[in-house]
Structure formats: structure tokens, C-alpha cells
């Protein structure tokens, strides 16, 4: 599958309105087809995690973003089914804890990061500094900082500040993947209307929630500056059409396999000596009674 449709070219000034269709399905004309691809990738996921986890050099952190209903938790259900447990880690970012405000903005997210070996899910992150912070700045009121730039120069100061860390932590070992769940304002107020009707859904939904769409195009001016600023060479952002939950599972699939193959990952290799003693003990176990 060719990426280029859904990745924020670093440098670029893109806009969600014109350049990313949210409905965009690539060549399917049929959920079944795109179902079918998606289990041999699920497939292919599982098995390049257990090498990730054997080889125990790099790790893997992957960031979901999006507004509400955009399908991140069943994106996440879905492609992650596969992996080994072990191996595979989630973290949901709510509104910062007492503790959490006491500490600067990252400390949370670098707390949660995944071991050597493991997947770790942010589902949501700290772009929410630059997203939620920036669409109601009286949050930062609540952060109790004891000086902070005043206008744009806060968001600029803190684009470089994440730009920074996300090279930090390519740098050691831990590749991070971004994806936006790119859902239109329609196919949310559908969505949001579901979980009103069905009883089994009405806990996904608050009246907060309904009350964010006032700010829809707040938020989606504070996600085109995250991406003009912050997809990088090393950590770009892709944008995943978000209107079809079966597509946007199969693109993010698909992405999370090309970029854990493009590790080369192998096994661990032993040495001659181990091989020596592995066939000694298979010796033994075979000379049992």
C-alpha cells in the first residue's frame, strides 16, 4: 500500500480541508476486501512483534490522536489483537492528575514509555498540549508554571520542546509512529447520535463531548499547526481517513508492519558455545527414562 496519501511531509503547511479527505478509501469498493488484507497484516503485526520482543533493541511507541469518536479505541482493539499481551502496552491520557500538574507536561508521557522490545499506545498524548491547552488556554492557568511566553511564542517554545524529545527518543531506540484519526463533523454527530440510542454505548458519550463540537474548527486550525510544526524526518505525522473504521484500521496496520520491517529485526543470535550446550542438555532430556 502506497503511504505517500496519508504522511505529512516534513516541512510542508498542509490544510485537513483540502488536502485529506476523511472519506478517502484508497481502491476498495468493499468492506470484505479491505477486511481480508487486514487479517494478514494483524498476522504479520504478531509476528514482527515477537522478534521486536526477542531482540529486545528497539522499541516502538505509537501516539493516536483525534477528536471524539474518530474510532481510536477500536482502531486500537483491532490492529493490536494479534500481539502477544507481553509485548504491548496502552496508556489513555485523561485530564492531568494532581501529581501529574506538580511535574512538567512531559513527565507522564515519559514515565509511560515502552521498555526495549515492547509496543507502547498512547492513546492520546502529550499534543494534547498543543491541542485541548491551546483551543482553552485558561489550562494553563492550571498547570502552575511559574512564568510561560506569552501569544504564539508558548506554542512555538513548546513545538521545539516535543520536536526535541521525539528526536531524543529516536535516538535511543524508541521509534515513534503518529497518527491522526481524521473523522468529519458529520460522520462524528452520526456517531455521537448512536451511542445516544443504543444503552449499551451511552457511557462513551458526554455532554462535554457534544459541547467540544462548538470548537470544531478551533481544534482543527490547533491540529494544522501540530502538524505543520512537528512532522518531522524522523517522527512525520499520517493522516488516516476516519469516516470508514474498516479502512482506518487497515491503513494503520499496514504502516505500524512497513515500519517494523523496515528495522531488518532478527532473532538473537548464540553463540557456538550456547549451541554446544543446547545440544548437551537435548542429550540429557533425550536420555531421561
Known amino acids: 500500500m502506497n503511504h505517500d496519501p496519508y504522511i505529512v511531509k516534513p516541512g510542508s503547511q498542509i490544510s485537513l480541508i483540502k488536502d485529506y479527505n476523511p472519506s478517502y478509501k484508497c481502491e476498495f469498493h468493499q468492506k470484505g476486501d479491505a477486511v481480508k488484507i487486514l487479517k494478514a497484516g494483524i498476522f504479520q503485526l504478531a509476528k514482527y512483534q515477537d522478534i521486536l ?24 482493539k483491532h490492529v493490536m489483537s494479534g500481539v ?57 492557568k492550571k498547570q502552575q508554571l511559574p ?12 513545538f521545539e520542546e516535543i520536536n526535541n524529545f521525539e528526536k531524543y527518543l529516536v535516538n535511543n531506540g524508541v521509534i515513534v509512529l503518529k497518527f491522526f484519526l481524521n473523522v468529519s463533523k458529520s460522520v462524528q454527530k452520526k456517531r455521537f447520535l448512536e451511542r445516544i440510542e443504543s444503552p449499551e454505548k451511552n457511557w462513551k458519550l458526554s455532554v462535554s463531548d457534544v459541547g467540544e463540537r462548538a470548537f470544531w474548527d478551533d481544534y482543527m486550525d490547533a491540529y494544522e499547526k501540530v502538524f505543520n510544526n512537528t512532522s518531522t524526518e524522523f517522527a512525520p505525522w499520517y493522516i488516516i481517513p476516519a469516516d470508514r473504521k474498516w479502512f482506518t484500521r487497515l491503513v494503520v496496520a499496514d504502516i505500524i508492519c512497513k515500519k517494523l520491517q523496515d528495522l531488518n529485526l532478527h532473532y538473537p543470535q548464540i553463540s557456538e558455545e550456547n549451541k554446544r550446550q543446547l545440544q548437551e542438555a537435548k542429550q540429557t532430556l533425550e536420555a531421561e527414562n
Open 53 to 76: 520482543y526477542a531482540q529486545n533493541s528497539y522499541s516502538l511507541l505509537i501516539i493516536f490522536q483525534a477528536m471524539d469518536a474518530a474510532g481510536k479505541d477500536s482502531t486500537i
Open 84 to 140: 502477544n499481551p507481553q509485548g504491548c502496552q496502552v496508556f489513555s491520557f485523561k485530564s492531568p492528575s494532581e501529581e501529574e500538574l506538580d511535574h512538567d507536561y512531559l513527565w507522564r508521557s515519559m514515565k509511560s514509555l515502552p521498555e526495549r522490545g515492547r509496543i507502547g499506545i498512547f492513546n492520546r498524548s502529550y499534543y494534547e498540549e498543543l491541542l485541548i491547552v491551546r483551543v482553552h488556554p485558561e489550562i494553563l
Open 147 to 158: 512564568s510561560f511566553p506569552q501569544g504564539n511564542q508558548i506554542w512555538k517554545q513548546r
